[in-house]
Nanobody, 126 residues
Framework: QVQLVESGGGLVQAGGSLRLSCAASGRTFSRYAMGWFRQAPGKEREFVGAIRWDVGFTLYGDSVKGRFTISRSIAENTVYLQMNSLKPEDTAVYSC???????????????????WGQGTQVTVSS
């Protein structure tokens, strides 16, 4: 059974940084893609970025491109989201998700992911 556990959220001032972690267990993830999504109150879920576990290819949403970086540790079975130059509009619950069909490409839609973590709150104050 796939389990995804996010951590690292919190309160940070605008311009600051946070690093989120997503610890994955229950499978061998070499053929998976891992995605990060966020959802703010009253808004639709938004694609943040994704990474292919095997080769490390990444894809980012337009609103975070150049500020956020996704990486993974194969040894630790963990995916990271480094968030720099944070803005108040980055405030949201951030969730990681797993797609077992990485070979079909990195997906921006949450419907392409089969497994989800519980999410972690990120709050950016102005």
């Amino acid at each position: 059974q796939v389990q995804l556990v996010e951590s690292g959220g919190g309160l940070v001032q605008a311009g600051g940084s946070l690093r989120l972690s997503c610890a994955a267990s229950g499978r061998t993830f070499s053929r998976y893609a891992m995605g990060w999504f966020r959802q703010a109150p009253g808004k639709e879920r938004e694609f943040v970025g994704a990474i292919r576990w095997d080769v490390g290819f990444t894809l980012y949403g337009d609103s975070v491109k150049g500020r956020f970086t996704i990486s993974r540790s194969i040894a630790e079975n963990t995916v990271y989201l480094q968030m720099n130059s944070l803005k108040p509009e980055d405030t949201a619950v951030y969730s990681c998700a797993a797609d077992p069909r990485a070979s079909s490409g990195l997906k921006k839609s949450g419907e392409g992911y089969d497994y989800w973590g519980q999410g972690t709150q990120v709050t950016v104050s102005s």
